[in-house]
């Protein structure tokens, strides 16, 4: 016998399982949401919320030494760790408290426990309780990977950086993609000693190659050091407390704390999916759904990165309103995969949308890109050596917009209204009858006319 019936119980009260159980309720569902950890999930409490507040912290430096040429002479500055995690753990504090509030506002049923599924209808909670659901949702997002290499219990992840005790001196970051490049950025604007371990022969596979190229040269520039196309063999601690981290090339880099960020597991074990004949990805163990979010078992659904369709906070928001409104306000609706725009928070930062050049002369006959490449107005008096790149892949034969790839500050608010004529298929002329707004970098991609270089397939 169950202790409670619900129209809908989702598993996992992250930003996506926040949303539906929120959207369900405004339609009239009876809904309740289980949490074992913190309400709020991964990009709230141990994701983009404290990565991009720290972000923010570790460019006051630069900023500090830009304002020497524009006549602010900073003295006796100083940076507090403790300060900075303090403040940060409690906005998170507050920003969870919003998130209980809506669940509250919603009239949604909150369990702080582990919740797993005992059939295609029944939770059962590590409380005991057992709870009956019309549907079940599972939104228990991902987990970051940890290789299995000795020494591995001396490595941290993303989700600790946040409540480290204090300021790694020397620190190895281990991956390529975004979130090794914005934490090793972080740690390096904050005055650590950082070098960057990557499988591959370059950073930020995927991304325009361009870009790849600007991002890396201006990272070593910035102080980082780039160790591309070698694998961490091996850690190991010695009697003070320092790590030794081994390399592929033999290799030994020293180092304070080991961060690992090479790619995020879906958290779909211990769910008890075979008791409901849910079915998984065998490799990584993605919950397999539909493109309405419907897994293997018909009363069953997911959403998120737990699917790993598209491993980003905004695409599990929209997943869990197109769920919730399709099954439960009865307007059918599909989330969109074209055309997402994606940032990296790295110094230099990076915001895309759309195409790269090279998948674009893939899957078009004629492709022309429009390109610039300048040094931003406000290093006329930092004097700062650094470099904008703007990037516009267009469809020769239609003049349809493809992409939008941006190298610079805030390239990551510029691609997010470019994201709009991308995905609308705006034409490159339309985009040219825009005014500009003078004087700012965004000016230029209204300005480009002349394509920097055209590929035409024989």
Same mark, same amino acid.
């Given at each position: 016998?169950?202790?409670?019936? &619900?129209?809908?119980?989702?598993?996992?009260?992250?930003?996506?399982?926040?949303? +539906?159980?929120?959207?369900?309720?405004? /339609?009239?569902?009876?809904?309740?949401?289980?949490?074992?950890?913190?309400?709020?999930?991964?990009? *709230?409490?141990?994701?983009? *919320?404290?990565?991009?507040?720290?972000?923010?912290?570790?460019?006051?430096?630069?900023?500090?030494?830009?304002?020497?040429?524009?006549?602010?002479?900073?003295?006796?500055?100083?940076?507090?760790?403790?300060?900075?995690?303090?403040?940060?753990?409690?906005?998170?504090?507050?920003?969870?408290?919003?998130?209980?509030?809506?669940?509250?506002?919603?009239?949604?049923?909150?369990?702080?426990?582990?919740?797993?599924?005992?059939?295609?209808?029944?939770?059962?909670?590590?409380?005991?309780?057992?709870?009956?659901?019309?549907?079940?949702?599972?939104?228990?997002?991902?987990?970051? &990977?940890?290789?299995?290499?000795?020494?591995?219990?001396?490595?941290?992840?993303?989700?600790?950086?946040?409540?480290?005790?204090?300021? %790694?001196?020397?620190?190895?970051?281990?991956?390529?993609?975004?979130?090794?490049?914005?934490?090793?950025?972080?740690?390096?604007?904050?005055?650590?000693?950082?070098?960057? *371990?990557?499988?591959?022969?370059?950073?930020?596979?995927?991304?325009?190659?361009?870009?790849?190229?600007?991002?890396?040269?201006?990272?070593?520039?910035?102080? &980082?050091?780039?160790?591309?196309?070698?694998?961490?063999?091996?850690?190991?601690?010695?009697?003070?407390?320092?790590?030794?981290?081994?390399?592929?090339?033999? !290799?030994?880099?020293?180092?304070?704390?080991?961060?690992?960020?090479?790619?995020?597991? %879906?958290?779909?074990?211990?769910?008890?999916?075979? /008791?409901?004949?849910?079915?998984?990805?065998?490799?990584?163990?993605?919950?397999?759904?539909?493109?309405?979010?419907?897994?293997?078992?018909?009363?069953?659904?997911?959403?998120? !990165?737990?699917?790993?369709?598209?491993?980003?906070? %905004?695409?599990?928001?929209?997943?869990? /309103?197109?769920?919730?409104?399709?099954?439960?306000?009865?307007?059918?609706?599909?989330?969109?995969?074209?055309?997402?725009?994606?940032?990296?928070?790295?110094?230099?930062?990076?915001?895309?949308?759309?195409?790269?050049?090279?998948?674009?002369?893939?899957?078009?006959?004629?492709?022309?890109?429009?390109?610039?490449?300048?040094?931003?107005?406000?290093?006329?008096?930092?004097?700062?050596?650094?470099?904008?790149?703007?990037?516009?892949?267009?469809?020769?034969?239609?003049?349809?917009?493809?992409?939008?790839?941006?190298?610079?500050?805030?390239?990551?608010?510029?691609?997010?209204?470019?994201?709009?004529?991308?995905?609308?298929?705006?034409?490159?002329?339309?985009?040219?009858? +825009?005014?500009?707004?003078?004087?700012?970098?965004?000016?230029?991609?209204?300005?480009?006319?002349?394509?920097?270089?055209? /590929?035409?397939?024989?």
């Amino acid at each position: 016998m169950s202790n409670h019936e &619900v129209d809908l119980f989702v598993i996992g009260a992250g930003s996506g399982g926040v949303r +539906a159980a929120k959207v369900a309720a405004s /339609h009239g569902a009876r809904v309740a949401i289980a949490e074992e950890y913190r309400i709020g999930g991964t990009c *709230v409490i141990r994701g983009c *919320v404290p990565k991009k507040l720290m972000v923010y912290a570790s460019r006051v430096p630069r900023e500090l030494r830009d304002g020497v040429g524009f006549g602010w002479l900073a003295e006796s500055v100083r940076f507090d760790w403790s300060v900075l995690t303090g403040n940060v753990a409690r906005e998170l504090a507050r920003l969870e408290g919003l998130y209980l509030k809506t669940l509250d506002t919603a009239g949604v049923s909150l369990f702080r426990a582990r919740a797993s599924l005992k059939d295609s209808h029944t939770i059962a909670l590590s409380t005991g309780d057992l709870v009956y659901a019309k549907h079940i949702l599972i939104a228990t997002g991902a987990t970051p &990977v940890r290789t299995e290499v000795g020494g591995a219990e001396y490595v941290i992840t993303s989700d600790d950086v946040f409540s480290l005790p204090q300021q %790694p001196g020397r620190i190895v970051v281990y991956g390529g993609g975004y979130i090794a490049l914005e934490m090793a950025c972080v740690f390096a604007g904050l005055g650590s000693q950082v070098t960057l *371990v990557c499988r591959s022969a370059n950073i930020l596979r995927g991304f325009d190659d361009e870009i790849r190229d600007l991002v890396r040269r201006e990272m070593e520039a910035n102080g &980082v050091k780039i160790v591309a196309g070698q694998l961490i063999t091996g850690i190991e601690k010695s009697a003070d407390g320092k790590l030794k981290v081994g390399l592929t090339g033999h !290799d030994l880099v020293e180092a304070d704390q080991v961060l690992f960020a090479i790619g995020r597991s %879906p958290n779909s074990a211990n769910l008890g999916l075979q /008791h409901a004949a849910v079915e998984t990805d065998p490799d990584t163990g993605a919950i397999k759904v539909s493109q309405h979010g419907r897994t293997s078992c018909e009363s069953i659904f997911a959403v998120g !990165d737990v699917t790993n369709r598209v491993c980003l906070t %905004p695409v599990a928001i929209r997943e869990g /309103h197109a769920f919730a409104d399709t099954v439960f306000g009865k307007r059918a609706w599909q989330v969109d995969y074209q055309s997402i725009p994606t940032a990296v928070f790295s110094e230099p930062e990076v915001g895309t949308v759309g195409l790269s050049e090279e998948r674009a002369m893939q899957a078009f006959d004629d492709v022309k890109v429009f390109k610039t490449s300048f040094r931003p107005m406000k290093a006329a008096l930092s004097l700062r050596e650094s470099k904008v790149m703007m990037k516009l892949i267009v469809d020769a034969k239609t003049d349809r917009l493809l992409g939008c790839h941006i190298v610079g500050p805030e390239a990551a608010e510029i691609v997010q209204l470019m994201t709009i004529p991308v995905q609308q298929g705006m034409t490159k002329a339309a985009l040219d009858q +825009a005014m500009p707004l003078h004087p700012t970098a965004a000016e230029e991609l209204i300005t480009m006319r002349s394509p920097f270089v055209r /590929h035409t397939r024989a």
